[in-house]
């Protein structure tokens, strides 16, 4: 009796492993948190493998488009969805998360405006740490609000560039930068940080997730309705999760 429930406890173990599937995530850097949840939690409900590759968007895409193997794309910007429109399944793309844009310096610090002679008081021994802006989404969005508000002439000698924003979050959070833009849910994910402005939203272009599928596989489309079943999560960090 005891060798034929190990037996068939056996089978139903190949069998499980035998039906597991493996998705792969590219995603928007700002993202690394919240979806580290939510793929631990879609593995321990299907028993599928999740995994996730983080970094600029820019660069996910630039990878999408030399062939690199991913079922999902998450970025952190519009354009480069549609850079790799060619690559997705029509009909999955969908406008997923919104964000903010934040100023913020080591903690504790108190409020920053978000004026010339302020910013420059707080930049006189360190640099403003932000996303590579010709490229990156959150330094394209950085650089947007700064010219906005009639301040890029004068912070750009200051500025200095990371490959993604959560590496613009790390300066700060050690303290080799002064002060950083970065997302507010960036901000909301490491307590070495404080925010000490938030940039008004007509000041640099809507903040937008689009998420879209690279391959037609049934696990690809069920981690894309779970990632749209985790409202919760996603508000939980930070995220507005749009309708």
Partial sequence: MRSTLFSMALLWLCASA??????????????TSVLGEIAAEFETETGHEVTLSVAGSAALARQI??????????????????AVKGE??????????GNRLVLIAPAPSDPVPLTADALTARLVD?????????????????KAALEHLGL?????????????????LAL?????AHLGIVYATDAQADPRVTTVATFDPESHPPIRYPVAALTDRPVTHAFLDHL???????????FEVLP
């Fill in 18 to 31: 035998a039906w597991a599937e493996r998705v792969t995530v590219f995603a928007a850097s700002s993202l």
């Fill in 65 to 82: 488009l030399s062939g690199a193997p991913a079922d999902i794309f998450l970025s952190a910007n519009p354009d480069w969805m549609d």
């Fill in 88 to 97: 997705t399944v029509p009909g999955t793309r969908r406008e997923l998360l």
């Fill in 126 to 142: 360190g640099p403003l740490a932000m996303a590579l802006f010709e490229a990156v989404p959150a330094g394209q969005y950085g």
């Fill in 152 to 168: 890029w002439t004068t912070l750009a000698p200051k500025v200095a560039q990371t490959d993604n924003v959560r590496a613009a």
């Fill in 172 to 176: 700060v959070a050690l303290g080799e």
């Fill in 228 to 238: 749209t079943a985790s409202r919760a999560i996603f508000e939980r960090h930070g």
